[in-house]
C-alpha cells in the first residue's frame, strides 16, 4: 500500500525514491521475521547501497568525462533504491532430504522482487504528479539492476582444464559488457563486493550468516555450539554440511579474485584503473591466501573446531533467534 491520502505527497523524486525505500525496507523486516533470514537482511540491504555509493562516488568523475546524455542525479537515487530493494523477496524451496539446506530457485527471488516492487512504484506513480514519478526508463533501470544481481552455476566449472570448482557461482550479467547500465553494474559489483571493498572480516562473517539462513536446522548448534544432542551419526553428517559451507567460503573468494577483471570489463580502462586501485582494494592474491589460512577445510576439522569458528566469526553478535 502506498501513503494514504491525508500523507504528503511528493515534491521531487528523491522524495518518490525515500517513499519507496521506506516501503522496501519494511518488506525486507517482514521477509527476515516471515523466514528467518539472517544475510538478506535490512543490514545487508544497506551496505550493498554503501558499496554501490562507495563504487559510484569513485567513478563519478570519470563517468561525466565519457558518459553523454547521462542523469548523475537522477541515477544516484535509482542506485540507492536498486540496492536497498534487490533482495526485497526471498523465495526457497524446502529440501525433500534430510538434513539440507533450503533452496535457491535461480532468479526466482529476483523477478518476485522486481513484480512487487514495480507492482508498487505503479501504483504510487497514480497518486503522485507525473514530474516527480517514475518514468518507464526508471522502471527498465530497476528491472535490469535487479536482475544483474541474478547469481547461477557456471555451467563450465568443474570441467577439466578449467580453474573454478564445481559449486563456482558467478553473476551472467557482468559477462555480456554490451551496452550495460552503468547503474546495474554498479549494483552487481556491490552485491558480490564484500572482500574487495570491506575486507577478510566482514567476508567471512557474510559467510556464517549465509549459512544460517540457508541451513534452520542447524541455526542454533552454530549459535550456541550445543551438540550433545546429536547422535554419532548426526555429528557426522554435520561436520560434513560445515565443511561444505567453509569449502565453498574459500573457493568463492578465490573466484572474486580470479574472475574481476572480467566483471569489470565493460568499464573504460581508466574507470578499471579505479576500481581496482581504490574501491576492491582488497581483493588481492594475499587476503586470499589469508581466508585459506583462517578457515578450517580439512577432512580432519573437528565438529568442534567448525563451531568455534562460526561462533568467533559472529563475534558474539545477538541475532534475531532464541534458544528453545
Same mark, same amino acid.
Request: glycine residues 4%; aromatic residues 8%.
Given at each position: 500500500?502506498?501513503?494514504?491520502?491525508?500523507?504528503?505527497?511528493?515534491?521531487?523524486?528523491? /522524495?518518490?525514491?525515500?517513499?519507496?525505500?521506506?516501503?522496501?525496507?519494511? +518488506?525486507?523486516?517482514?521477509?527476515? @521475521?516471515?523466514?528467518?533470514?539472517?544475510?538478506?537482511?535490512? =543490514?545487508? =540491504?544497506?551496505?550493498?547501497?554503501?558499496?554501490?555509493?562507495?563504487?559510484?562516488?569513485?567513478?563519478?568523475?570519470?563517468?561525466?568525462? +565519457?558518459?553523454?546524455? !547521462?542523469?548523475?542525479?537522477?541515477?544516484?537515487?535509482?542506485?540507492?533504491?536498486? =540496492?536497498?530493494?534487490?533482495?526485497?523477496?526471498?523465495?526457497?524451496?524446502?529440501?525433500?532430504?534430510?538434513?539440507?539446506?533450503?533452496?535457491?530457485?535461480?532468479?526466482? $527471488?529476483?523477478? @518476485?522482487?522486481?513484480?512487487?516492487?514495480?507492482? &508498487?512504484?505503479?501504483?504510487?506513480?497514480?497518486?503522485?504528479?507525473?514530474?516527480?514519478?517514475?518514468? $518507464?526508463? #526508471? %522502471? $527498465?533501470?530497476? /528491472?535490469?539492476?535487479?536482475?544483474?544481481?541474478?547469481?547461477?552455476? #557456471?555451467?563450465?566449472?568443474?570441467?577439466?582444464?578449467?580453474? !573454478?570448482?564445481?559449486? $563456482?557461482?558467478?553473476?551472467? &550479467?557482468?559477462?555480456?559488457?554490451?551496452?550495460?547500465?552503468?547503474?546495474?553494474?554498479?549494483?552487481?559489483? =556491490?552485491?558480490?563486493?564484500?572482500?574487495?571493498?570491506?575486507?577478510?572480516?566482514?567476508?567471512?562473517? /557474510?559467510?556464517?550468516?549465509?549459512?544460517?539462513?540457508?541451513?534452520?536446522?542447524?541455526?542454533?548448534?552454530?549459535?550456541?555450539?550445543?551438540?550433545? &544432542?546429536?547422535?554419532?551419526?548426526?555429528?557426522?553428517?554435520?561436520?560434513?554440511?560445515?565443511?561444505?559451507?567453509?569449502?565453498?567460503?574459500?573457493?568463492?573468494?578465490?573466484?572474486?579474485?580470479?574472475? !574481476?577483471?572480467?566483471?569489470?570489463?565493460?568499464?573504460?580502462?581508466? @574507470?578499471?584503473?579505479?576500481?581496482?586501485?581504490?574501491?576492491?582494494?582488497? %581483493?588481492? %592474491?594475499?587476503?586470499?591466501?589469508?581466508?585459506?589460512?583462517?578457515?578450517?577445510?580439512?577432512?580432519?576439522?573437528?565438529?568442534?573446531?567448525?563451531?568455534? !569458528?562460526?561462533?568467533?566469526?559472529?563475534?558474539?553478535?545477538?541475532?534475531?533467534?532464541?534458544?528453545?
Amino acid at each position: 500500500m502506498v501513503e494514504n491520502a491525508n500523507s504528503k505527497m511528493p515534491s521531487t523524486f528523491a /522524495e518518490t525514491v525515500r517513499l519507496v525505500e521506506k516501503y522496501v525496507l519494511t +518488506e525486507i523486516e517482514r521477509e527476515t @521475521a516471515k523466514k528467518q533470514l539472517y544475510y538478506h537482511t535490512v =543490514a545487508h =540491504a544497506l551496505a550493498v547501497k554503501r558499496r554501490a555509493n562507495f563504487i559510484f562516488q569513485a567513478l563519478e568523475p570519470v563517468l561525466k568525462q +565519457e558518459t553523454h546524455l !547521462f542523469d548523475f542525479g537522477r541515477s544516484k537515487h535509482l542506485l540507492d533504491l536498486c =540496492a536497498i530493494a534487490h533482495d526485497m523477496v526471498q523465495n526457497f524451496v524446502e529440501s525433500t532430504k534430510l538434513h539440507s539446506p533450503r533452496k535457491r530457485p535461480v532468479g526466482v $527471488s529476483e523477478r @518476485a522482487t522486481t513484480a512487487k516492487l514495480i507492482r &508498487y512504484i505503479r501504483d504510487l506513480n497514480q497518486k503522485v504528479n507525473y514530474s516527480v514519478g517514475f518514468t $518507464s526508463a #526508471d %522502471l $527498465s533501470t530497476i /528491472e535490469e539492476s535487479i536482475a544483474a544481481t541474478i547469481c547461477d552455476r #557456471d555451467p563450465l566449472a568443474g570441467k577439466t582444464n578449467y580453474s !573454478f570448482s564445481k559449486h $563456482s557461482i558467478y553473476q551472467p &550479467y557482468l559477462y555480456n559488457s554490451e551496452q550495460n547500465s552503468i547503474v546495474a553494474q554498479i549494483i552487481a559489483l =556491490a552485491d558480490l563486493g564484500t572482500l574487495g571493498i570491506d575486507g577478510i572480516e566482514s567476508y567471512l562473517r /557474510e559467510g556464517v550468516l549465509i549459512l544460517l539462513e540457508d541451513n534452520p536446522d542447524l541455526v542454533e548448534l552454530v549459535l550456541y555450539r550445543d551438540g550433545t &544432542y546429536l547422535t554419532t551419526n548426526s555429528k557426522r553428517i554435520t561436520t560434513i554440511r560445515l565443511l561444505n559451507m567453509t569449502r565453498f567460503m574459500v573457493d568463492l573468494a578465490r573466484e572474486r579474485y580470479t574472475r !574481476f577483471p572480467q566483471e569489470i570489463i565493460g568499464f573504460s580502462d581508466r @574507470a578499471k584503473q579505479i576500481l581496482q586501485d581504490r574501491v576492491f582494494k582488497n %581483493l588481492t %592474491l594475499e587476503n586470499v591466501r589469508e581466508i585459506e589460512r583462517l578457515t578450517p577445510t580439512s577432512t580432519d576439522s573437528s565438529l568442534a573446531e567448525l563451531l568455534d !569458528f562460526f561462533s568467533e566469526k559472529l563475534n558474539g553478535e545477538s541475532l534475531q533467534t532464541t534458544k528453545k
